[in-house]
């Protein structure tokens, strides 16, 4: 039985009828293309609501209609529609038959119908599968394809026509298809195959890892027709997964290799996470005392309390690249440990608020107390310095007094000159240790400073009257160390 094929396009004008439909309505071929469909059929529908959004709705089949011929002559039909969905565009397909007077033929209409639609649903089905980003496979119960989708093919090296009438086989290698043959007994007693991490061949022998599952279709007296495959190249996942394992090696052994600790701070539930390095080095293995950071804040030193709220805050509303601190803790045996806090914000809301807190922490015990023993020991050659120019300084003077005693017994100008001169060099020599005594530095001392106090001390030797000889220094300030220092006064004592 002959039946009136109609499509229309998205503005429900008519871009194809067949002959029977022609010559059913009395129209030529060239009187109906590109005109609107009401001409020849209006369909009982609410007003205001689209030709294509009704038949999504009602999804038309078998619906009495009436046809209008030209001459202006209604005919009853059954009447099917459905939405056809291109590679380009979307039409709208009307199928009709005459109704007729005997069951029978009727039977027959609608057993058509029911051809149509399930031609259709498998039309949309190809139109979908071909162009979904997901690899879909039908075969028979022996392996057999029966279709294949694009994505499928092309991710195996094959063009689908190449893989049509090919054992599911042709992707596996030897030792896959002994593994699968246990696989596929547990398919067919349970009707699925569960999801699962696979290796499949390419057409040029390469191998690469899929995700794959899969369900039996079965027909209407539920026995086994089709195997269908779904399945997903995942080599891009599965090398960034093996990147990832080896970066997290890596940081690892830099971790273990540097005894650095990890914690994350969770602001909004106040959770505090620290990692093993962290709990050992802490002295709270198993221990869950720490695991908010209120409690981890009862461990930190009194005296320490306040530096912490201050980095902490001004941290989280700065938005600075990362925080430092250093930090007495009380461990879990006891003592008083050091630790190196680093850190950063890692997550915000849409508001800038800090969510959470990731960092490191690093113990520097044993570098706080060789930075303490530094310090003694600088101290010490501080005061030892220091001692040691004022002992010079004073063992000087007592030449220079003992010189002064033995001018005052003698009488001859000349030797006494001799001895003026010997006591002013000696005298260059313990300004320069006088000063490095009174300076911080014992290394240098400020050369004009020292000049002045020099040559003052050598016109007082001289009895030279300063109302009626100036001595004028133009001098940079810099400093000089010891030796320096000390030639330089030699020169201008002479």
């Not at 529908?45 to 038949?55: A, D, G």
């Not at 051809?115 to 039309?123: D, R, W």
């Not at 279709?147 to 991710?155: G, L, R, S």
Request: aromatic share 10%; proline share 1%; hydrophobic share 35%.
């Amino acid at each position: 039985m002959e039946s009136v094929l109609i499509t229309t396009n998205t503005n429900n004008r008519i871009d194809f009828i067949n002959d029977y439909a022609l010559n059913l309505l009395g129209y030529r071929r060239e009187e109906i293309i590109a005109k609107p469909l009401d001409i020849i059929f209006i369909l009982n529908k609410p007003k205001n609501i689209s030709l294509e959004k009704f038949i999504k709705n009602e999804f038309i089949q078998e619906k009495r209609e009436f046809y209008r011929t030209k001459n202006n002559k209604n005919i009853p039909m059954l009447v099917s529609a459905f939405i056809l969905y291109g590679e380009k565009n979307k039409k709208v397909l009307f199928t009709a038959h005459k109704i007729l007077t005997t069951q029978h033929k009727i039977s027959k209409i609608k057993s058509s119908g029911r051809n149509l639609k399930k031609y259709q649903k498998l039309k949309l089905f190809k139109a979908i599968a071909d162009k979904i980003h997901y690899g879909i496979v039908v075969t028979n119960l022996t392996g057999r394809i029966k279709y294949v989708n694009p994505y499928y093919a092309n991710v195996h090296g094959y063009r689908q026509k190449e893989l049509l009438g090919e054992k599911m086989s042709v992707f596996h290698t030897n030792k896959q298809i002994k593994d699968y043959k246990e696989k596929y007994h547990i398919w067919f007693k349970t009707g699925y195959l569960r999801e699962d991490k696979i290796y499949h061949k390419r057409k040029d022998g390469t191998t690469f890892p899929m995700f794959m599952n899969g369900v039996i279709i079965k027909n209407k007296l539920a026995k086994p027709v089709y195997l269908a495959y779904f399945a997903i190249d995942i080599t891009e996942k599965v090398n960034t997964e093996n990147d990832l394992k080896k970066s997290g090696e890596w940081m690892d052994l830099a971790l273990k290799c540097g005894d650095l600790g990890i914690w994350n701070w969770n602001i909004k539930t106040d959770r505090i996470t620290f990692n093993d390095t962290s709990l050992k080095m802490l002295g709270y293995i198993g221990d869950k005392n720490i695991s908010y950071y209120t409690l981890w804040e009862n461990l930190v030193h009194p005296d320490d309390k306040g530096k912490l709220k201050q980095t902490i805050m001004r941290h989280l509303k700065s938005k600075k690249y990362f925080f430092s601190i250093e930090l007495r803790i009380h461990t879990g045996s006891g003592e008083w440990k050091w630790i190196l806090y680093r850190g950063k914000v890692m997550k915000r809301n849409s508001n800038g608020e800090a969510l959470s807190v990731s960092g490191t922490q690093l113990d520097i015990t044993e570098l706080k107390q060789t930075e303490e023993q530094l310090k003694a020991s600088l101290m010490e050659k501080d005061v030892l310095l220091r001692e040691l120019h004022h002992r010079v300084k004073n063992n000087l003077q007592l030449i220079i007094s003992m010189l002064n005693m033995q001018m005052r017994q003698i009488e001859n100008n000349e030797t006494k000159d001799i001895l003026i001169d010997l006591k002013n060099r000696i005298y260059s020599m313990a300004v320069v240790h006088e000063n490095l005594y009174e300076s911080d530095n014992f290394t240098k001392i400020n050369f004009t400073r020292y000049i002045k106090k020099l040559i003052t001390a050598i016109f007082s030797s001289y009895k030279i009257d300063q109302k009626r000889v100036e001595f004028n220094i133009k001098a940079d300030n810099i400093e000089l160390g010891i030796e320096e220092s000390i030639y330089s006064g030699l020169i201008i004592n002479e």
